[in-house]
């Protein structure tokens, strides 16, 4: 079943710009997870941000999560044409399991 | 690289073809996952493997058969297979089971079923 849902579906931006994706869940969580996925590749762990936090950075990555909105936000400042991917909020519900479930994903353009 | 490999990476196999998909971790992690991608679908997760047992299976279709002999290597053995099974399979690992830890996955096999 699908617990995240990223927004927009697809965003497309010129290099130096800031991207900002949005995730929504449906039931209270343990954690969220932000995923990049390159074309055909496999995915890359950028960033977990627990429920007891607010904010997260990690160098050009910044993750905001609400947990009264049951919302979490990915921001990447300055971006690069090497940042064109697809990224998707993973996250663990606390009542179903042990394993993260991911949303469709925002597949993001950035063209130089 | 994230220290997990596939492969092969690219697979074509006819419905009644028997073939198998292997993985291998390097990051000394006692959890392993399977997961399909298809087009236009969220990530979805089919096995989930835990000190070398089966934790998980996500309502598998039998024609898929996990096998973990060990916590470095995960396969999955395919036989009888249908062309919507057609998808990337990817393989990921972490530290144990739970979603407590990030996962770090393979560059995936790409399957098309003819």
């Known amino acids: 079943s699908q617990q995240g849902e990223e927004d927009p579906q697809a965003l497309s931006i010129q290099e130096g710009e800031n991207a900002t994706m949005n995730c929504s869940y449906k039931t209270s969580i343990n954690n969220l997870q932000w995923y990049r996925q390159n074309s055909g590749r496999g995915l890359v762990h950028l960033i977990l941000i627990r429920s007891n936090e607010r904010e997260k950075h990690s160098g050009r990555l910044r993750v905001t999560l609400d947990t009264s909105k049951k919302s979490s936000s990915l921001l990447i400042t300055a971006s690069r044409a090497a940042d064109t991917a697809s990224y998707f909020c993973a996250t663990v519900p606390n009542q179903a399991g042990t394993a993260l479930i991911f949303g469709k994903g925002t597949t993001l353009s950035v063209s130089s | 690289e994230t220290g997990v490999t596939q492969t092969p990476r690219h697979l074509v196999m006819g419905m009644t073809n028997k073939k198998s998909l292997k993985c291998e971790q390097h990051?000394?992690?006692?959890?392993m996952y399977w997961y399909k991608q298809s087009a236009k679908k969220p990530l979805e997760l089919m096995f989930v493997?835990?000190?070398?047992?089966?934790?998980e299976n996500n309502s598998v279709p039998s024609r898929f058969s996990p096998e973990c002999p060990n916590s470095s290597h995960l396969f999955l053995h395919l036989h009888t297979l249908q062309p919507e099974d057609s998808a990337l399979y990817l393989c990921?690992?972490?530290?144990?089971?739970?979603?407590?830890?990030?996962?770090?996955f393979g560059p995936g096999t790409r399957l098309t079923v003819t």
């Open positions: 990051l000394g992690h006692n959890a």
């Open positions: 493997y835990n000190f070398k047992e089966q934790t």
């Open positions: 990921a690992s972490s530290p144990r089971n739970g979603g407590s830890y990030e996962q770090y």
